[in-house]
C-alpha cells in the first residue's frame, strides 16, 4: 500500500468513527452532528439532544431560529416541521435575537403529554455568542419547571454554524 492509499485510509477511517460530516439538504440550514451537550427532561424522561441546526428566522430581521432534536434532522425537507411532530425525537425549538434573548420557545418532548407547547420566558441564554460564523452559548431554564402541566428542565451548551 503506498502513502497516498494509507492516507486516504486514514481519512475514511477518521470520517468512520467521527460519523462523517452533516449535511443540510436546506440552502438556510446548517447542521453539524452531536454539537450539543446537556440535559433536556420531560416529566422527568431524559432526552439525549444530539443535533443542531440554524436557520434565519421567519419573526423579525437578524434573529436565529435554533432546531435541537435528538435524530439526525439534516435530511428532512422542513427541519423545523419535522421537529415540532417529533419525527426527529424530542427536540426544542428556539428563537433568538442577535443579543442571545429568547424569543420564541416550542418544547416537544416525547415525555410531555401536551408535547409541542410554546413558552415564552422561562428559558434564557447565558454566554451567548453570534461571531465567526458560530453561535454558541448555554441555553438553560435554571432548574426544574412547569408549563401546562407538563415539567421540564433545559440545561444545554451548544455551537453551531450561523445560517
Not at 49 to 65: E, M, P, W
Not at 79 to 93: P, Q
Request: overall charge positive; hydrophobic content about 35%; proline content about 3%.
Amino acid at each position: 500500500m503506498n502513502t497516498r492509499t494509507r492516507i486516504g485510509v486514514a481519512v475514511l477511517a477518521a470520517f468512520a468513527l467521527l460519523g462523517g460530516p452533516a449535511v443540510a439538504d436546506d440552502k438556510k440550514e446548517k447542521t453539524d452532528a452531536a454539537p450539543v451537550s446537556g440535559t433536556f427532561t420531560g416529566n422527568g424522561k431524559e432526552a439525549k439532544l444530539a443535533f443542531v441546526s440554524s436557520k434565519k428566522s421567519d419573526f423579525g430581521k437578524g434573529k436565529v431560529t435554533v432546531i435541537f432534536t435528538e435524530k439526525d434532522h439534516s435530511k428532512e425537507k422542513n427541519a423545523e416541521t419535522a421537529a415540532m411532530f417529533n419525527k426527529c425525537g424530542s427536540a426544542l425549538i428556539i428563537t433568538v435575537t442577535p443579543e442571545g434573548k429568547v424569543t420564541g420557545c416550542q418544547v416537544c418532548h416525547e415525555g410531555h403529554k401536551k408535547s409541542g407547547f410554546n413558552d415564552i420566558g422561562t428559558l434564557e441564554t447565558k454566554e451567548f455568542k453570534m461571531a465567526d460564523g458560530k453561535l454558541t452559548g448555554i441555553l438553560t431554564t435554571n432548574g426544574p419547571t412547569e408549563t401546562f402541566g407538563e415539567k421540564w428542565e433545559v440545561k444545554l451548551t451548544f455551537e453551531v454554524k450561523q445560517p
